[in-house]
């Protein structure tokens, strides 16, 4: 299973670490995709930190939720809420999102099996499929458990567990161990 690191900003702070310490350990894990997500802060803070992932790390940088900053990075994931800000028929939210972004990396949030066999059918390159646990980024999360295993096994594309997934967790037909807080214990 490949390593998947989510940079949420407000975590960073939190935690006292800099970008440069994170990518340092996403480097020392071999962590293939870094996604940056930032809630709070203004779209200047975004791209500069965007632009210094980009510089510090070889490995794909995604940005989450905001197609406007798809520029200064190699992709974008997005959860269902977004996409059904963009149209009501994910569909069409896709082909808006690919006109956008082209060949960059797009993948979707997916929860149950209805988003997973919708997901089968759109011009996406993975699925972030959760929760796996509980985790305090997202407390309204639907946590899968074992049944994230059986669930991903319905996807043709690449899967990454997302929610409470530790570095050291070893999930049945997933790509990506998205990891998030426990990348902070490294």
């Known amino acids: ?32 995709m870094i996604q940056y997500r930032d809630k ?25 939720d905001e197609i406007d900053l798809v520029n200064f990075c190699d992709g974008l994931h997005v959860g269902q809420s977004d996409l059904r800000k963009i149209d009501s028929d994910v569909k069409e939210a896709i082909k808006v999102i690919r ?3 082209g060949k960059k990396v797009l993948g979707i949030s997916t929860h149950n099996k209805e988003e997973i066999l919708e997901a089968n059918e759109l011009d996406i390159d993975y699925i972030g499929l959760g929760a796996y646990r509980t985790t305090s980024t997202k407390s309204d999360a639907n946590v899968l458990k074992e049944s994230l295993s059986d669930l991903a096994r319905l996807s043709f594309k690449p899967v990454g567990a997302i929610g409470g997934v530790k570095v050291d967790d070893e999930i049945v037909g997933v790509t990506y161990a998205v990891v998030g807080s426990d990348v902070y214990e490294y």
């Open 1 to 32: 299973m490949k390593l998947y690191a989510l940079l949420d900003y407000e975590s960073l702070v939190k935690k006292k670490w800099t970008i440069e310490k994170f990518v340092s350990t996403c480097n020392t894990l071999h962590v293939e």
């Open 99 to 101: 006109q956008k972004i």
């Open 40 to 64: 709070k802060g203004n779209i200047q803070r975004k791209i500069d930190n965007l632009i210094k992932l980009k510089f510090l790390c070889d490995m794909k940088v995604i940005i989450n």
